[in-house]
């Protein structure tokens, strides 16, 4: 079955860090741009961050810049997502996702989505 898997969450606490990482499995993930997006309980899927294909462009939205990075390993058919500097407010179920249209922030623009992975940050 091809789908995207997450993974790398967990419990930590504030300023400290996490590395997420979505792998294609059973499907390749190097010729498309992927995003990770969250969703706290009660609210509405966020834009985190999205990086092109070749990894030469990279998005983020404004709650995260300077503090996430967004990377991709196209041999290990794996994309990443270094979380530092955590606050409480990041508190999410973080989903990556395959881009299929044009406007990166949109979760509409997404087509494929992982089942996504916890992340608990404890003030």
């Known amino acids: 079955q091809e789908q995207l898997v997450e993974s790398g969450g967990g419990l930590v606490q504030a300023g400290g860090s996490l590395r997420l990482s979505c792998a294609g499995s059973g499907r390749t993930i190097t010729t498309v741009t992927l995003g990770w997006f969250r969703q706290a309980p009660g609210r509405e899927r966020e834009f985190v961050a999205a990086?092109?294909?070749?990894?030469?462009?990279?998005y983020y939205g404004d709650s995260v810049k300077g503090r996430f990075t967004i990377s991709r390993d196209n041999p290990k058919n794996t994309v990443y997502l270094q979380m530092n500097s955590l606050k409480p407010e990041d508190t999410a179920v973080y989903y990556c996702?395959?881009?299929?249209?044009?406007?990166?922030?949109?979760?509409?623009?997404?087509?494929?989505w992982g089942q996504g992975t916890q992340v608990t940050v404890s003030s």
């Open positions: 996702a395959a881009k299929s249209g044009s406007n990166v922030y949109m979760t509409s623009t997404y087509n494929d």
């Open positions: 990086i092109s294909w070749i990894g030469s462009s990279t």
